[in-house]
């Protein structure tokens, strides 16, 4: 089996987060889901999995954090850049990384170690592995819940805050994703950016695996989709909705 280094992102907005504030808090990773600190389960669900080597956790404030994490050997808390993808592209051009990666977020209240099962397995050997949830399985699981979607042939997916880095030939796709950063969600734009022509239009006419293979091709990666099997894992705690929505799953009322 192969073993990852999972690097969990804990950072905070510049100039303050208002949802943490509203908690009296001052990391959004702290605001308390069901008792405890959110990060808490992310960093739970990932030290229980013995897929998992080691638990990298990058944060601007170690010592806020550090207050409420486990006394572990296999994680530490690193700090992180003024950007996400500036973080990572700098894990991925150190020598000492151990790959491969898996990227995941502070806010995945509701990470399993299944969830961390299906992507891993799936995931392997690619350079570049995005896990997906199917608008119909969330749909059918939560019909009241509202996300992004991004539409293609066969289906509409949402993300689910996990990526695999499977090579340093990742480092391709994370410079483009440092480019457009503040345009995450949109993901059409990554497209237009590589020069496939009539974007949008394409994205309806083929399937996410087709554009996968496209992009793939364009930048020099294996690149892999990944419908993840639980709906649940395109839940994250961003807004107040979503953690009374996460509150209510994890107290089997939802």
Same mark, same amino acid.
């Given at each position: 089996?192969?073993? %990852?280094?999972?690097? *969990?992102?804990?950072?905070?907005?510049?100039?303050?987060?208002? +949802? =943490?504030?509203?908690?009296?808090?001052?990391? $959004?990773?702290?605001?308390?889901? =069901?008792?405890?600190?959110?990060?808490? @389960?992310?960093? &739970?669900? *990932? *030290?229980?999995?013995?897929?998992? @080597? @080691?638990?990298?956790?990058?944060?601007?404030? $170690? !010592?806020?954090? !550090? !207050?409420?994490?486990?006394?572990?050997? &296999?994680?530490?808390?690193?700090?992180?850049?003024v950007t996400i993808a500036a973080t990572i592209e700098a894990i991925i051009a150190s020598p000492a990384t151990r790959w491969p990666l898996l990227v995941t977020t502070a806010d995945h209240a509701l990470l399993t170690g299944a969830m961390i099962d299906d992507f891993c397995a799936r995931a392997e050997g690619a350079d570049l592995a995005i896990g997906l949830v199917e608008r119909g399985a969330l749909m059918a699981r939560l019909p009241d819940t509202k996300r992004t %979607?991004?539409? +293609?042939?066969?289906?509409?997916?949402?993300? =689910?805050?996990? +990526?695999?880095?499977?090579?340093? $030939?990742?480092? &391709? !796709?994370v410079r483009l994703w440092r480019e457009v950063e503040q345009d995450r969600k949109q993901g059409w734009k990554l497209l237009t950016m590589l020069g496939v022509p009539g974007v949008m239009g394409l994205m309806r006419l083929w399937t996410i695996e087709k554009?996968?293979?496209?992009?793939?091709? &364009?930048?020099?990666?294996?690149?892999? =989709?990944?419908? *993840?099997e639980d709906p649940l894992a395109a839940v994250d705690v961003d807004k107040p909705?979503?953690?009374?929505?996460v509150e209510r799953i994890i107290a089997g009322t939802t």
């Amino acid at each position: 089996m192969i073993r %990852w280094t999972a690097l *969990l992102l804990a950072g905070s907005r510049p100039g303050g987060d208002p +949802f =943490a504030a509203a908690h009296g808090v001052e990391a $959004k990773a702290l605001i308390p889901v =069901a008792g405890e600190a959110m990060i808490l @389960r992310p960093v &739970r669900a *990932l *030290l229980g999995n013995a897929r998992i @080597r @080691r638990v990298r956790v990058l944060a601007q404030d $170690k !010592a806020l954090l !550090a !207050a409420v994490l486990p006394v572990d050997p &296999r994680l530490t808390i690193e700090p992180s850049g003024v950007t996400i993808a500036a973080t990572i592209e700098a894990i991925i051009a150190s020598p000492a990384t151990r790959w491969p990666l898996l990227v995941t977020t502070a806010d995945h209240a509701l990470l399993t170690g299944a969830m961390i099962d299906d992507f891993c397995a799936r995931a392997e050997g690619a350079d570049l592995a995005i896990g997906l949830v199917e608008r119909g399985a969330l749909m059918a699981r939560l019909p009241d819940t509202k996300r992004t %979607w991004i539409g +293609f042939r066969g289906g509409a997916y949402s993300g =689910a805050n996990l +990526f695999a880095l499977g090579s340093p $030939k990742a480092m &391709r !796709a994370v410079r483009l994703w440092r480019e457009v950063e503040q345009d995450r969600k949109q993901g059409w734009k990554l497209l237009t950016m590589l020069g496939v022509p009539g974007v949008m239009g394409l994205m309806r006419l083929w399937t996410i695996e087709k554009v996968m293979r496209k992009l793939g091709h &364009r930048l020099g990666l294996s690149i892999r =989709a990944i419908r *993840l099997e639980d709906p649940l894992a395109a839940v994250d705690v961003d807004k107040p909705a979503d953690l009374k929505l996460v509150e209510r799953i994890i107290a089997g009322t939802t």
